[in-house]
């Protein structure tokens, strides 16, 4: 750790203020207020990289600097990208302040101090860059992500990844080691998924097939009932592995439904008027089982999963959105994370008939629905064929259904649209 | 306008003389019955194909395999051998068996034959003799048992035709052991003189100037108690002692087996790279029609993630369609369904497990995606094999017989009988297709030379630019990461001779036309001022090129992850076009709907070569 001084606390703070700016901190009109908390010096001289904890307006960020020699020739990862962040002076005189994880000759420096692997890594490019984390790819040989916005412990989603993997859940990027201080994730490196495609791509593919032509799901060349089942086979395996890793608990359904029902009144109360839904809840109350609950992913739909040549893979474990906060390794019911999938298939069978009819995408609702019907079904048949999923879901598969039914109107209410609109 | 065809000027010999020729070749299969009737007996012959000869040379392909020739009773299209040391007497004779084989080494065409080895026909005297007693000299040339219950783990290959592998004989009053037709009984391998027989089989047709075979039914020649009579040990042990005898006495001719199972099963056929030099990739196949259906590319990139690596001086030999029904043996039920469901809508298009109908119908007539699919074949890994007609985009006769479906004549012209020959129809093997979409009338040879447009004359360039890569034969692969999942990206790798790699970069810039007197396969280039430089390079180098297909049926966005190839220039190969160098950042290519491009990788050192300056 080093000390800073006051003219160096401040040349920090500036260039932070600079950092929130790129990285969606400056919220209101208001300057943030930020604090420098500390910085290790992950290199040292010309080039160098400063790693930067700041509070920023109660928030914990984390910026990875890199010093340079003003002049000096840089490559960046992206073409037309402003990684340069100002300057600063220190013993070694003044400094170019760019984004190290931007440059391609301090990115690998980078991860050769998270590895402890100090060959050359190939070259880097990058994959993704948002306000949940920066991941680069080195010759497809490590993935590294270096999260801008920190949890004050550890980060879920990577709690959950590691958790996954020791329980010998395959279906993921294997981690290869964690950037972890003080109790924190920084980031972590991952063996890259090679040949992935995300699970939302390859369901567009199947709707645009299917919405160019006039026939049924079954019918079309691209169905996707076959992904589906592979699909559910797969998430049944993840909640059997999360059950193992993180224990279960249980909750009673009447208080779920308590709390969906609430959920649509505030929401809109037009979904309470669902036909067939007060006879489907009435009889899961009378029921009045009590479901098992886990650590569930959090935030599960085709955009967290990929297709790869290995089958289908558990690509974003880092549920809640951009900043911590969001939602928090709870326990729920895994059937939500099956809504989340099937909420997350009415979603993209509504934007691949925006895309195709965007004056009219009402033509095509009939083989949207029946496109999600199928897809369903077939997602369950894999799910609830998992060996070990039978202890955590209901026996009932009528109740399955008429369950995830209820939830995926929840998440209708919460996101304001509704399935099968 | 029309264009002459003229022969690409090969010389003479073998194109290829290394030992490793196979790993570059293209294959074209060709039924002698379907191709050519020289003497208007309504079946084709050694002499027509021999007449035919030019039209190959001119189409570009390297090595023919003849589909059976041998006499036989034709119960199973000449799969079942009555007499393994002749030439059935439609067909010609030996003499002109060997006159076609002079004739296709002087231009730089190898040929290899079929070879039955497990069985034979129920005709062959071999047979009639060991199933008139039990006693006599040939009575354990074939399997007899008294019973039908041994070796019950044996599948029956033909389950809609056969219900055993065991048929009784009444004269012997014994079964004998069959692993396909009943017609066509199992020769006992653990009879020495059965094994030095066939051996001796081999160098018979090797000596005639063969440069191999293609081993039928390859996995069933032993059987073995508690086993089910596949890919048996004494099975590899006897390929060994065959392969034994080419390495001591025919280097360069080769054997390709045919043995339908999962990669990993059939590399065994391999052996140490002891045992056979090309084996089928069967799984491969299904999954390319398969993919362009799904319009995703993984059940290619699936299946060729479970392709084990080849050991030194192997290939795999690929396809599209066959003389065979298109087998759905390697795939699961579900896929099986779903590929009747797409492919096989008419029940009639059935056959065994799979479909009896050529490339261009299962596609509906889709030139497109026939491209797609030719683009793929040709640029996979492995040595491709063009069935006969297919590079015309020929249809099918579902109405025939079991495979017959798909083995009609060629179509040569739109004259009667489609060209193939003059006996009166009712004298043909088969009606030829004269329906108004793929008949003769609208679908030949002769339309489509004349044509420059035509699919014939697309294949032909294909095969010609393949040349131009010879790592699409042996060089590594390397499949791009590619967000898109309806776009298939690899890159294949490889060091190649230097005159090869480069001269189709020279003559793309100079504007050389393939049918010119230059001659493109004699590199005539290499007399013109370009010598000197030629002469001044290293005699070979890295060749990489990156080919990029759109599985979709619409016009795809593909972002090719590229930076470990950053400064290189793709320059397209048809048209010898330069594209933007590779940068750091994933390398954007817009594929029309069935849309493939090649390029080849010219690192910044080689733009001006690739320039052509």
């Known amino acids: 750790m080093l000390e800073l001084d006051a003219a160096w606390r401040s040349s920090l703070t500036s260039l932070m203020a600079t950092w929130v700016q790129k990285h969606g901190g400056a919220r209101g009109d208001t300057e943030p207020r930020i604090e420098i908390l500390e910085v290790e010096e992950l290199v040292e001289g010309r080039p160098g990289i400063l790693d930067v904890l700041a509070n920023v307006d109660g928030e914990l960020a984390h910026a990875v600097l890199g010093l340079r020699t003003p002049g000096e020739e840089v490559r960046f990862v992206r073409s037309g990208d402003d990684a340069v962040l100002g300057l600063h002076e220190d013993a070694l005189g003044l400094g170019m302040v760019v984004d190290a994880l931007l440059d391609t000759e301090l990115a690998p420096l980078v991860l050769a101090v998270v590895t402890g692997d100090g060959g050359d890594p190939g070259a880097v490019s990058l994959i993704a860059d948002d306000d949940s984390g920066l991941t680069l790819l080195f010759s497809e040989r490590y993935s590294l992500t270096v999260f801008p916005w920190l949890f004050d412990r550890p980060h879920p989603g990577v709690e959950l990844l590691v958790a996954l993997d020791e329980a010998g859940f395959n279906h993921l990027a294997a981690p290869v080691a964690l950037w972890r201080r003080g109790g924190r994730d920084l980031g972590m490196v991952q063996e890259p998924m090679a040949g992935a495609a995300a699970g939302w791509a390859l369901a567009l593919t199947s709707l645009r097939d299917l919405y160019a032509g006039d026939g049924p799901p079954e019918d079309a060349g691209g169905d996707f009932a076959s992904e589906a089942r592979a699909l559910g086979v797969m998430t049944g395996r993840m909640h059997v592995s999360l059950e193992r890793a993180f224990g279960r608990r249980a909750e009673n359904v009447a208080a779920r439904l308590d709390i969906v029902a609430t959920r649509l009144r505030t929401e809109d109360p037009s979904l309470l008027e669902t036909p067939g839904l007060a006879t489907v809840v009435e009889a899961l109350r009378t029921a009045g089982t009590r479901l098992t609950t886990i650590r569930t992913h959090g935030d599960f739909g085709l955009e967290r999963v990929a297709r790869t040549d290995q089958g ?51 033509s095509l609702i009939d083989q949207a629905k029946a496109w999600e019907a199928r897809n369903r079904r077939a997602f369950l048949v894999g799910y609830l064929a998992t060996a070990g999923i039978g202890g955590l879901v209901p026996a009932d598969r009528e109740m399955v259904r008429n369950l995830v039914g209820v939830l995926e109107l929840e998440r209708a209410a919460e996101r304001g649209s509704r399935p099968g609109d | 306008m029309t264009t002459v065809p003229t022969p690409l000027n090969r010389g003479d010999g073998p194109q290829d003389p290394s030992s490793t020729w196979f790993q570059h070749a293209v294959f074209y299969e060709v039924l002698i019955r379907g191709f050519y009737d020289s003497n208007d007996d309504g079946t084709g012959d050694l002499r027509g194909l021999r007449e035919k000869l030019d039209y190959l040379e001119w189409l570009g392909i390297d090595c023919l395999w003849l589909l059976p020739f041998y006499p036989s009773p034709f119960r199973d299209g000449g799969y079942d051998i009555s007499d393994f040391f002749n030439v059935h007497p439609d067909y010609g004779t030996l003499g002109e068996l060997v006159g076609l084989l002079e004739d296709a080494h002087r231009r730089g065409i190898r040929v290899i034959a079929d070879l039955v080895m497990n069985h034979t026909s129920d005709q062959h005297p071999w047979f009639i003799e060991s199933r008139s007693s039990r006693d006599n000299p040939k009575a354990d040339w074939f399997v007899w048992n008294d019973d039908d219950q041994r070796w019950p783990e044996a599948r029956v290959v033909f389950t809609d035709v056969e219900r055993s592998n065991w048929t009784w004989d009444d004269t012997r009053q014994q079964y004998y052991w069959h692993r396909f037709y009943s017609h066509q009984p199992d020769l006992n391998y653990e009879n020495p003189e059965v094994a030095d027989t066939m051996v001796d089989l081999v160098r018979f047709w090797l000596d005639l100037g063969f440069d191999g075979f293609r081993l039928d039914a390859v996995p069933y020649l032993f059987q073995a108690d508690g086993t089910a009579g596949e890919h048996l040990p004494e099975t590899h042990a006897f390929i060994r002692r065959i392969r034994k005898q080419l390495e001591a006495d025919y280097p360069g001719r080769i054997l390709l087996a045919e043995a339908n199972g999962w990669p990993s099963d059939v590399a065994d056929y391999f052996g140490n790279g002891d045992e056979c030099h090309l084996c089928f990739h069967f799984p491969l196949m299904p999954r390319l029609f398969m993919a362009v259906r799904r319009e995703q590319r993984y059940p290619i990139t699936e299946i060729l993630s479970q392709t084990p690596e080849l050991p030194p001086g192997c290939q795999w030999a690929t396809f599209l369609r066959n003389h065979d029904e298109l087998t759905l043996e390697q795939v699961s039920d579900e896929d099986r369904d779903y590929l009747f469901a797409e492919y096989a809508k008419d029940p ?17 007539g889709n030139r497109r995606l026939a491209e797609l699919l030719y683009s793929l074949l040709l640029s996979l890994p492995g040595s491709p094999v063009i069935y006969y007609g297919d590079e015309l985009l020929m249809g099918d006769n579902i109405y025939l017989g079991d495979r017959d479906s798909v083995r009609t004549p060629m179509q040569w012209s739109p004259d009667r009988n489609g060209g193939f020959s003059r006996a009166d129809f009712a004298q ?10 793929y008949g003769f009338a609208a679908v030949n040879v002769e339309a489509q030379q004349r044509n420059p447009g ?12 393949r040349r131009s890569l010879p790592i699409l034969g042996d060089g590594a692969m390397e499949i791009l990461d590619c967000p898109n999942p309806s776009v298939l990206g690899f890159v294949r790798t490889g060091v190649v001779d230097d005159v090869t790699s480069t001269s189709t970069a020279w003559r793309g810039w100079h504007g050389d036309e393939p049918e010119t007197g230059l001659g493109w396969g004699q590199w005539g280039w290499a007399a013109t001022a370009g010598a000197a430089e030629a002469a001044a390079r290293p005699p070979s180098r890295t060749q990489a090129a990156l080919c990029v297909h759109n599985l979709s049926r619409f016009a795809q966005p593909a972002e090719l992850l590229l930076s470990r190839w950053s400064g290189y220039m793709p320059v397209e190969v048809l048209g010898r076009v330069p594209f933007p160098v590779i940068g750091e950042d994933p390398y954007t290519v817009t594929l029309g709907p069935y849309g493939y491009m090649w390029f080849e990788l010219f690192e910044p050192s080689d733009d001006e070569e690739a320039a052509g300056m």
Do not use: C, N
Not at chain 1, 337 to 359: G, I, K, Q, T, Y
Not at chain 2, 348 to 364: C, E, F, Q, V, Y
Not at chain 2, 429 to 435: A, N, S
């Open chain 1, 312 to 362: 289908w893979m558990v690509a974003d474990t880092m549920p809640g959105g951009y900043r911590p906060g969001g939602i928090g390794p709870e326990f729920r019911s895994p059937l939500e994370d099956v809504a989340d999938m099937f909420w997350s298939f009415h979603r993209v069978a509504l934007a691949a008939a925006l895309e195709r009819e965007p004056s009219d995408f009402g």
């Open chain 2, 348 to 364: 009639r298009m059935k056959r065994h497990m799979g479909i009896g109908r050529r490339l261009a119908p299962l596609l509906d």
């Open chain 2, 428 to 437: 043909l093997y088969l009606p030829p297709l004269m329906d108004p979409v």
């Open chain 2, 454 to 465: 035509s699919f014939l004359h697309w294949m032909r360039q294909l095969l010609i630019q």
